[in-house]
């Protein structure tokens, strides 16, 4: 079973940027589309961005869209990366990191589509 592990989160002030990135346990980059969410307490886990496996199609949320970016490196283990810049304070909450493998090759919104997540890592931005 393949397990993520995600990194980067911190505490940041409002307009500042950070890079999350996510790691397999183990090289998976064949038909291993990847995907970013967000859950805030109280609220449920939300889409943010997806990248399919070869890095050539990707989705994101309205609210996310012009200042996130997603990105994948498959050369040597494969590395989703989620690159955020002019942060909001409505960004705050637990990031996570999702994968399938699929042999459909697009890369999907919908979280149940995902088989394998990370454990989250905490975004807090203050205005």
């Known amino acids: 079973q393949v397990q993520l592990a995600e990194s980067g989160g911190g505490s940041v002030q409002a307009g500042d940027s950070l890079r999350l990135s996510c790691a397999p346990s183990e090289r998976a980059s064949l038909w291993f589309h990847m995907a970013w969410f967000r859950q805030v307490a109280g609220r449920e886990r939300e889409f943010i961005a997806t990248i399919n496996w070869r890095g050539d199609k990707k989705y994101y949320s309205d609210s996310v869209k012009g200042r996130f970016t997603i990105s994948r490196d498959n050369a040597v283990k494969t590395t989703v990366y989620l690159q955020m810049a002019n942060l909001k304070p409505e960004d705050t909450g637990v990031y996570y990191c999702?994968?399938?493998?699929?042999?459909?090759?697009?890369?999907?919104?919908?979280?149940?589509?995902?088989?394998?997540w990370g454990q989250g890592t905490q975004v807090t931005v203050s205005s």
């Open positions: 999702a994968a399938v493998y699929s042999s459909i090759d697009d890369a999907f919104r919908d979280e149940r589509r995902y088989s394998h």
